[in-house]
């Protein structure tokens, strides 16, 4: 199972792709990493990917975050899905990074919208 989609990866930011181009070895190595890590379970990739939301509300990483928004909107997760993969941070990280988390979200489930990445 791969999370992975080539939609997605035209869909990073630009400075992931300059620094990619700029190192490309460690762009190598960093999806032959996000591969394995992909295998190594059961889980399906768009559970991965909400799991991976989780964990970049609580280390405050917006633009991972918006990325796998994307990621689990592709693979079929509901807007429902990604606001309560938001909200169960909320005891965990606090009220306001929850609330900027649920911004980023509808933010980017809007732009994917509007891309018509997302119907």
Do not use: Y
């Not at 630009?14 to 620094?19: A, I, L, M, R």
């Not at 964990?55 to 405050?60: E, M, P």
């Not at 928004?69 to 606090?94: C, D, F, K, Y």
Request: glycine share 8%; with cysteine; proline share 3%.
């Amino acid at each position: 199972m791969s999370s992975r989609n080539e939609t997605t990866k035209d869909q990073v930011p630009q400075t992931f792709k300059d620094f990619i181009r700029k190192f490309p070895e460690l762009g190598a190595a960093h999806e032959q990493v996000a591969q394995a890590v992909d295998k190594a379970g059961p889980l399906d990739a768009k559970t991965c990917a909400l799991i991976k939301m989780g964990i970049c509300v609580g280390a405050g990483l917006e633009s991972a975050f918006r990325s796998h928004v994307r990621r689990a909107l592709g693979h079929g997760a509901s807007t429902e899905e990604i606001e309560q993969t938001v909200l169960l941070a909320m005891n965990t990280v606090g009220f306001p990074r929850t609330v900027a988390a649920w911004q980023w979200a509808w933010q980017q489930i809007q732009r994917d919208r509007e891309e018509g990445t997302r119907s």
